[in-house]
């Protein structure tokens, strides 16, 4: 079993900052050596991808929306993934998930909302 735990959501105005963080926990898992990704679901849309951290952080692959604002991260010694969002925008409004699988078992957070008021 893994547990993903999100925070750091919350109300923001357009172009400012938040920074999300997940801790992951579970026997034998880490962060140093998952694949991690983040997703977000916006009222009304389907779930999708945002950014994900691999291979000890060596590879790094965002959604076209959030290229060159958003960065995703990880400390290895805290098992925690971040994500630091710069330039936030309206559209960035949704609830952000937290994603890992360990074999055929995918993992998901509760999530954290993001509202950017225009």
């Known amino acids: 079993q893994v547990q993903l735990v999100e925070s750091g959501g919350g109300l923001v105005q357009a172009g400012g900052s938040l920074r999300l963080s997940c801790e992951a926990s579970?026997?034998?898992?880490?962060?140093?050596?998952?694949?991690m990704n983040w997703f977000r679901q916006a009222p009304g849309k389907e779930r999708e991808f945002v950014a994900a951290?691999?291979?000890?952080?060596?590879?790094?692959n965002y959604a076209d929306p959030v290229k060159g604002r958003f960065t995703i991260s990880r400390d290895n010694a805290k098992n925690t993934v971040y994500l630091q969002m710069n330039s936030l925008k309206p559209e960035d409004t949704a609830v952000y998930y937290c994603?890992?699988?360990?074999?055929?078992?995918?993992?998901w957070g509760q999530g954290t909302q993001v509202t950017v008021s225009s």
């Open positions: 951290i691999k291979w000890g952080s060596a590879v790094k």
């Open positions: 579970g026997r034998a898992f880490s962060v140093a050596t998952a694949v």
């Open positions: 994603n890992t699988a360990r074999g055929t078992q995918a993992y």
